[in-house]
């Protein structure tokens, strides 16, 4: 449904010619409110419990993940296409597409533990590589002697931008946090007050509606503020917090939604202008750099884990909604930018699906270790005696009388994949 939404953008900007749509007047207003309903999509439904779990792999991963992504990408596209807006696009897309990720979760070749860990890696370094765009566009701006601003800030210097953007991010997740407690506080008392029968679990049932309700309230009140001011770090961080009850299906919904409005106006802008060779450039060294990442950063971002994980883990590069809408967020600023961005989305994700296709056929043609033969009409030696047989020396045995072997590729970090590789 993206592609065509893309597709159906692209169409209406060749047939109409309606101009660029960053040059109307609630453009980046609409830009934020996309961005702000794809961050809280991220994160809403991040278990905390696997947020604590992996707090070493996740802060490892957004913050020198990301900062080693982006580097390595600007440092491409530098030398590609040079001046200070490389560095831009190269953050722009060093993020993992968090939706894309979650359609991959039955991958059964990843263990559990990798499959947390890139779920929580793409949903926390998309407010990560926002604020960093953000940064970043208010110095490439004033490196190229340019002017306007994506930040809160635009008379203070580019450090002072950045603390304040950050601070007021702090500040509007506080009170947000701070909305949501009362609202928990509220249903609490509800539900001490009432009695255990029939009616009380009613009355129960009306208060967690409401709550429902005021949290959606706040929710939707955040999105506006974010958007208005750009502070959409805000509400990436609220979504681990503010849960919606049995609203989340629309919320779900919305955020496709905002999906395919985003790739219809991306086919808008695209349909100004691409610029395909960049694009290349920017594909190949976004998935690249994932690589690098993955397999620099893996041991520190959870020790021991197989090398099978570590090779899914540096194949899981995806781009989608945010790179979408941060292309959006920065074209008039930097005009051209979905002209680059659009393709190396497409050839990020070509890239991905080809590479993970190779690996899953590379492990699948090759076999486990079948577990050692005993000769023909031999039984197995029993060392403590036929009455007090001690523990199998290569696992407990079968219903066909061979022993199944046990291998730390089956109880590992793995499952049931074998490390082939």
């Given at each position: 449904?993206?592609?065509?939404?893309?597709v159906?953008?692209?169409?209406?900007?060749l047939?109409t010619e309606?101009?660029n749509p960053?040059d109307?007047?609630l453009?980046t207003?609409t830009?934020g409110?996309?961005l702000?309903i794809g961050l809280?999509g991220?994160t809403?439904e991040?278990?905390?419990?696997?947020?604590?779990?992996?707090l070493?792999?996740?802060?490892?991963a957004?913050t020198?993940?990301?900062?080693l992504?982006a580097?390595l990408?600007?440092a491409?596209?530098?030398?590609?296409?040079?001046?200070?807006?490389?560095?831009?696009?190269?953050?722009?897309?060093?993020?993992?597409?968090p939706?894309?990720?979650a359609?991959?979760?039955?991958r059964?070749?990843?263990?559990?533990r990798?499959?947390?860990?890139l779920s929580?890696?793409a949903?926390?370094d998309d407010?990560?590589?926002v604020?960093?765009?953000?940064?970043?566009?208010v110095?490439?701006?004033?490196?190229?002697?340019?002017?306007g601003?994506?930040?809160?800030?635009?008379d203070?210097?580019?450090?002072a931008?950045?603390?304040?953007?950050?601070l007021?991010?702090?500040?509007?997740?506080?009170?947000?946090?701070l909305?949501?407690?009362?609202?928990?506080?509220l249903t609490?008392g509800?539900?001490?007050d009432d009695?255990?029968?029939a009616?009380g679990?009613?009355?129960?049932?009306v208060?967690?509606r409401?709550?429902?309700?005021?949290?959606?309230l706040?929710v939707?009140?955040?999105?506006l503020?974010a958007?208005t001011?750009?502070?959409?770090?805000a509400?990436?961080?609220?979504g681990l917090?503010?849960r919606?009850?049995r609203?989340?299906?629309?919320v779900?919904?919305?955020?496709?939604g905002a999906?395919?409005v985003?790739?219809?106006?991306?086919g808008?802008?695209?349909?100004q202008?691409?610029?395909?060779?960049?694009?290349?450039?920017?594909g190949?060294a976004a998935?690249g750099a994932q690589?690098v990442?993955?397999?620099?950063?893996?041991?520190?971002?959870?020790?021991?884990?197989?090398?099978v994980?570590?090779y899914y883990?540096?194949?899981?590069?995806q781009?989608?909604?945010t790179?979408?809408?941060?292309a959006?967020?920065?074209?008039?600023?930097?005009?051209?930018?979905?002209?680059?961005v659009?393709?190396?989305?497409?050839?990020?994700?070509?890239l991905?699906h080809g590479?993970?296709?190779?690996?899953?056929?590379k492990?699948?043609v090759?076999?486990?270790?079948?577990?050692?033969?005993?000769?023909?009409g031999?039984?197995?030696?029993t060392p403590?005696?036929?009455?007090t047989?001690?523990?199998?020396?290569?696992?407990p045995?079968?219903a066909?009388?061979?022993?199944?072997r046990?291998?730390?590729a089956a109880?590992?970090?793995?499952?049931?994949a074998?490390e082939?590789?």
């Amino acid at each position: 449904m993206a592609i065509g939404a893309l597709v159906a953008g692209l169409a209406i900007g060749l047939l109409t010619e309606p101009g660029n749509p960053a040059d109307l007047p609630l453009y980046t207003f609409t830009a934020g409110v996309l961005l702000a309903i794809g961050l809280y999509g991220s994160t809403h439904e991040l278990e905390a419990a696997d947020v604590r779990e992996n707090l070493r792999a996740v802060v490892v991963a957004v913050t020198l993940g990301v900062l080693l992504k982006a580097a390595l990408i600007s440092a491409v596209m530098v030398l590609v296409v040079g001046g200070p807006e490389a560095i831009v696009l190269g953050i722009a897309v060093a993020q993992i597409d968090p939706l894309s990720v979650a359609a991959m979760g039955a991958r059964h070749r990843m263990s559990r533990r990798a499959k947390t860990l890139l779920s929580a890696w793409a949903s926390f370094d998309d407010p990560m590589t926002v604020l960093l765009s953000f940064y970043f566009a208010v110095l490439a701006l004033r490196g190229g002697g340019g002017s306007g601003t994506v930040s809160v800030a635009p008379d203070q210097g580019a450090g002072a931008d950045f603390l304040l953007t950050t601070l007021a991010n702090v500040v509007l997740f506080a009170i947000a946090l701070l909305v949501w407690h009362l609202v928990r506080r509220l249903t609490a008392g509800r539900r001490t007050d009432d009695s255990p029968g029939a009616e009380g679990a009613g009355t129960r049932s009306v208060a967690a509606r409401r709550a429902d309700v005021l949290a959606l309230l706040l929710v939707v009140v955040l999105v506006l503020v974010a958007a208005t001011y750009m502070l959409v770090l805000a509400v990436a961080l609220a979504g681990l917090f503010v849960r919606v009850g049995r609203f989340k299906p629309y919320v779900n919904r919305t955020v496709s939604g905002a999906f395919l409005v985003a790739a219809g106006f991306l086919g808008v802008l695209l349909a100004q202008g691409i610029d395909p060779l960049p694009g290349l450039a920017l594909g190949a060294a976004a998935f690249g750099a994932q690589m690098v990442a993955a397999l620099l950063a893996g041991p520190w971002l959870v020790p021991g884990i197989s090398r099978v994980d570590r090779y899914y883990l540096g194949l899981g590069q995806q781009n989608g909604i945010t790179a979408i809408l941060l292309a959006l967020a920065l074209e008039p600023q930097f005009p051209g930018t979905a002209g680059v961005v659009g393709p190396a989305i497409l050839v990020v994700n070509v890239l991905h699906h080809g590479a993970n296709r190779l690996l899953d056929r590379k492990l699948d043609v090759t076999p486990p270790a079948p577990p050692p033969a005993l000769p023909s009409g031999q039984e197995k030696p029993t060392p403590h005696g036929p009455e007090t047989a001690g523990p199998e020396p290569y696992g407990p045995e079968t219903a066909g009388g061979g022993a199944a072997r046990t291998s730390p590729a089956a109880d590992g970090p793995m499952g049931t994949a074998p490390e082939v590789i």
